[in-house]
């Protein structure tokens, strides 16, 4: 099997595996109003025992940040504060995958979050996904891991009953045939930003 149909392969079944753990977690919430499973989790809490921040680093942004889907992004980098946090205290000596996760946090918040969620923004954000998903993979050095890293980066991203609800919505505007192209291959998928 030629690799880039094994990638679309394995890619499609994460994401119909994603999708029914998350609709299930979004059933939940709606239901009970809160998480199925017991929280803080010591990934999804690193940022909060973690003190070596540069100076200068937006502050935690607290249940101030929680109050709207776009949260607070203090210093404009297109990255709320508190994922921008947490991202730094997950990997605090790994620049070139602390880039490639805000890379992924601002396609689900350019994007997966929008407010105005359309056919045309979702065709443009089809190449940011492939880059940001690429970039992943090739920083945390394979599909598996790079997917396990997404994945504990989403759960920071929807971290609320309101985005989690949000991202859903969204999701389900996208039809089969606005996934359906080429999806390149690229040489250099990642910002550095």
């Known amino acids: 099997m030629p690799r880039r149909k094994k990638f679309w392969l394995v890619l499609i079944a994460i994401a119909v595996i994603a999708a029914l753990i998350y609709g299930g977690q979004a059933w939940w919430l709606r239901k009970h109003g809160g998480s199925p499973q017991a929280l803080p989790n010591p990934i999804l ?6 003190s070596r921040f540069p100076p200068g680093f937006p502050a935690d942004p607290g249940e101030a940040g929680k109050k709207t889907i776009q949260g607070i992004d203090a210093d404009h980098d297109g990255v709320r ?3 921008q946090r947490w991202i730094y205290a997950f990997a605090p000596n ?7 996760l805000r890379q992924m946090t601002r396609f689900y918040q350019e994007y997966s979050l929008n407010d105005e969620f359309n056919p045309d923004l979702i065709a443009r ?3 940011p996904l492939d880059r940001a998903v690429q970039c992943i993979y090739r920083t945390f050095n394979d599909e598996m891991h790079g997917y396990a890293e997404e994945t504990y980066l989403k759960a920071k991203i929807l971290n609320t009953y ?3 609800k949000r ?3 969204n999701n389900d505007k996208i039809t089969t045939k606005e996934m359906e192209g080429d999806h390149p291959r690229y040489e250099s998928p ?3 930003q």
Do not use: I, L
């Not at 809490?45 to 973690?50: N, S, Y």
């Not at 790994?94 to 490639?100: G, L, S, T, V």
């Open 94 to 100: 790994e620049p070139k995958k602390q880039m490639a």
């Open 81 to 83: 504060d508190d994922v």
């Open 162 to 164: 309101s985005r989690v």
């Open 45 to 50: 809490d690193v940022d909060k025992h973690f």
């Open 167 to 169: 991202y859903w919505e």
């Open 125 to 127: 954000g089809k190449e």
């Open 190 to 192: 990642c910002d550095n």
